[in-house]
C-alpha cells in the first residue's frame, strides 16, 4: 500500500521550511518499518521507489512546483528511473534521504536521489526521468520552470547523466519482443 500518512507527515514537516532552488538538496529523515521490508528482512528494492517518494515530493513542494502543477491544472509522471543498491537497509533503521533535481533537457527533467545510513554509508542511489504533463502531453521543462519562476535554463547536463540518456534510448522498444 502507498504510504499515504508518511507523506502527509512529510509535507507536513516542510510546510514551514524555506523555499529552495529545484536544483538545491532537499534533505529528510526516514526509517525501514516492518511493512517494508522483505523476505531477507530488509527495505524491499521495490519499497525503496516508494519510499522515494518521500523525498522527491517534498522537494517539488518547496522548490514551488507542485504549485506550478495546481495553478496549470498539469500532472506530473516519472518516465523511467536506474537504481544502484549498494547497502542493506534494517528493520528500524533510519536513514537520510537526499532528493535534488541534476538538470533538464527539452522534455524530461532528471532527478537524483539517496539514502545515507547513519554510519554514513549510501544504501543506494536513485535517477529518475520524470515529465510534467497536460491535456496535450509533455509540457517543456523550460515552460514549467518559467511557471515556477525561475530560470528557464538548466544547469549543465553532467556527463554521467546524458551516458544514461544515451544508454537508456538505445533500449529496444518495445521490449521482448523475440
Known amino acids: 500500500m502507498y504510504p499515504f500518512i508518511r507523506m502527509i507527515k512529510a509535507l507536513w514537516q516542510t510546510r514551514n521550511m524555506e523555499p529552495i532552488g529545484f536544483d538545491e538538496t532537499h534533505v529528510s529523515r526516514h526509517r525501514c518499518w516492518p511493512w517494508d521490508i522483505d523476505m531477507w528482512m530488509e527495505l524491499n528494492n521495490g519499497r525503496t521507489l516508494t519510499l522515494l517518494d518521500l523525498g522527491r515530493i517534498p522537494l517539488a513542494k518547496r522548490a514551488g512546483l507542485i504549485d506550478a502543477l495546481k495553478t496549470n491544472r498539469w500532472g506530473l509522471t516519472m518516465a523511467g528511473v536506474s537504481v544502484r543498491y549498494r547497502r542493506r537497509v534494517r528493520t528500524f533503521e533510519a536513514f537520510t534521504m537526499k532528493s535534488r533535481a541534476v538538470c533538464w533537457d527539452e522534455r524530461f527533467f532528471y532527478l537524483e536521489q539517496c539514502m545515507v545510513k547513519d554510519d554514513g554509508e549510501v ?19 523550460a515552460r514549467v520552470a518559467a511557471a515556477m519562476g525561475r530560470d528557464e535554463v538548466s544547469p549543465p547536463m553532467p556527463d554521467w547523466v546524458a551516458k544514461w540518456i544515451e544508454a537508456d534510448a538505445s533500449r529496444p522498444w518495445p521490449p521482448m519482443q523475440g
Do not use: E, M, Q, W
Open 123 to 141: 544504501a543506494n542511489h536513485a535517477l529518475y526521468r520524470a515529465a510534467v504533463t497536460d491535456k496535450s502531453g509533455i509540457v517543456t521543462p
